[in-house]
C-alpha cells in the first residue's frame, strides 16, 4: 500500500484527488492539510511515502514547502510530486527538489501511474522532458548562471553532466563517450553524489544553472539526435 499525503487549499480538490487516487485499492490517503505549514506538520508526523503538493497555498507555498520535506534528514524516504496548473512554476518546482509535476487537468489512470513511479524512487520527469522545459524558460536560466556549481568535477564527469542536461540516457551517454553503459551509470551515480541531487532531473537544473549548457544548444543537439546524422556522415 502506497501512503501519500494531500496538500491543496481547495477541499474540493483535495476530495477529487482522495477519490481517483484511491481507485485501485493499493493507493491510501493517509491525511490532508489546506496550506503548506500545516501540510509539513502532518507529513513529520506520518511520513507518508508520497505527498501530492499544491504550489499556492497560504501560510506557506508548496514550493518553500517540498524544499523543506527534501532538506530534512528525517525525511528522505518521502517524495513529492507538485501539482499546479501553471507551467511558470515547473522550473521552482524541480529546484526544490519535486519528484515530479503534474497539471491539475491530469487524467485519473495517469495520476495514480505518477504516484506509483515517485514511490518507486524514480524521478516522473524524464531527462528529455526536463530538457524540454528547461528550454521553454530558457531566459530564466540564462539570468542565473552560476559556473561555480561545477567546482570539484573532473573534466570527464563534466562531460556526462552535459550529456545528462541534453536528456541522454546511460546508453547513449556510453556510446557518444565510449564508456559502457555501467561506466556511464558509475558517472551519473558519481554525479548525483558530488552535486547533492536527488535525481537525473536536478542534474538537468544543473547543468543549465552552471552555464555548461544553453537551452538552444540542447535543442538544436537533441534535434540532430532525433533525425540522425547526415548522409555520408
Do not use: W
Not at 65 to 91: C, G, K, M, N, S
Not at 195 to 206: E, H, T, W
Request: hydrophobic letters at 45%; aromatic letters at 2%; proline letters at 4%.
Amino acid at each position: 500500500m502506497i501512503r501519500i499525503v494531500l496538500v491543496d487549499d481547495q477541499e474540493l480538490v483535495r476530495t477529487g484527488l482522495r477519490s481517483l487516487a484511491e481507485r485501485d485499492g493499493d493507493i491510501e490517503v493517509v491525511g490532508e492539510a489546506a496550506d503548506g505549514r500545516e501540510g509539513l506538520r502532518i507529513v513529520r508526523e506520518l511520513r507518508p511515502d508520497v505527498v501530492l503538493m499544491d504550489i499556492r497555498m497560504p501560510q506557506l507555498d508548496g514550493i518553500a514547502a517540498t524544499a523543506q520535506i527534501v532538506a530534512d534528514p528525517q525525511l528522505t524516504d518521502v517524495r513529492v510530486i507538485v501539482l499546479t496548473t501553471f507551467d511558470e512554476d515547473i522550473l521552482a518546482a524541480i529546484r526544490a527538489g519535486a519528484g515530479g509535476y503534474l497539471l491539475k487537468d491530469v487524467e485519473p489512470a495517469d495520476l495514480r501511474s505518477a504516484i506509483r513511479v515517485v514511490a518507486g524512487g524514480e524521478s516522473l520527469l524524464a531527462p528529455s522532458v526536463t530538457t524540454t522545459v528547461l528550454g521553454r524558460l530558457g531566459t530564466h536560466l540564462a539570468t542565473s548562471v552560476r559556473p561555480e556549481l561545477l567546482d570539484g568535477l573532473t573534466a570527464r564527469e563534466r562531460d556526462v553532466l552535459a550529456l545528462v542536461g541534453r536528456g541522454m540516457s546511460n546508453n547513449e551517454i556510453g556510446a557518444e563517450l565510449f564508456l559502457s553503459p555501467a561506466t556511464a551509470r558509475t558517472y551519473v551515480s558519481r554525479l548525483l553524489a558530488k552535486l547533492r541531487a536527488r535525481d537525473r532531473s536536478r542534474l538537468v537544473v544543473l547543468a543549465y544553472e552552471s552555464g555548461l549548457i544553453t537551452p538552444g544548444r540542447a535543442a538544436r543537439e537533441g534535434a540532430g539526435r532525433r533525425q540522425g546524422p547526415e548522409p555520408g556522415a
